[in-house]
Nanobody, 124 residues
C-alpha cells in the first residue's frame, strides 16, 4: 500500500519562501506520476504542479508559474515543492498525490494515492 506524507508547511509572512516535501513508501514511486494540489475551505482542491516519473516533464498551474518549482528525488522516494514570494492567497492545505501511470494529469480524480496534507499559512 502506497503511503504519502507531506512536511514543510507552516506559518510565514508574505514574501517568504517554503519548501514542501512529500515522502513516499510502499510502492515503486519512481514509476509514478506525482503532483501537488491545494485546497482552501469551501473550494475545490486545485492542481498546483505535477511531475512525471523521471522528472523530465513538469507542469505548473498558471497561478504559481515562476514562483513554485516541483522536483523529485527518486533515490529518496521524495517529491518537493519550492515556493517563493508567497502572498496570502497561497494559504491552503497542500496535498501530494501519486498515480501509477506514465501520463501526467491535472485532475484530482485521476490520482490514486494522497497524503494527509500540510497547512501553509501566509500572513500579510
Amino acid at each position: 500500500q502506497v503511503q504519502l506524507v507531506e512536511s514543510g508547511g507552516g506559518l510565514v509572512q508574505a514574501g517568504a519562501s517554503l519548501r514542501l516535501s512529500c515522502a513516499g513508501s510502499g510502492g515503486i514511486l519512481s514509476t509514478y506520476v506525482m503532483a501537488w494540489f491545494r485546497q482552501v475551505p469551501g473550494r475545490e482542491r486545485e492542481f498546483v504542479a505535477g511531475i512525471n516519473s523521471i522528472g523530465s516533464r513538469r507542469e505548473h498551474a498558471d497561478s504559481v508559474k515562476g514562483r513554485f518549482t516541483i522536483s523529485r528525488d527518486n533515490a529518496k522516494n521524495t517529491m518537493y515543492l519550492e515556493m517563493k514570494g508567497l502572498p496570502p492567497q497561497d494559504t491552503a492545505v497542500y496535498y501530494c498525490a501519486a498515480r501509477p501511470t506514465a501520463v501526467l494529469a491535472t485532475v484530482m480524480n485521476l490520482y490514486h494515492y494522497w497524503g494527509p496534507g500540510t497547512q501553509v499559512t501566509v500572513s500579510s
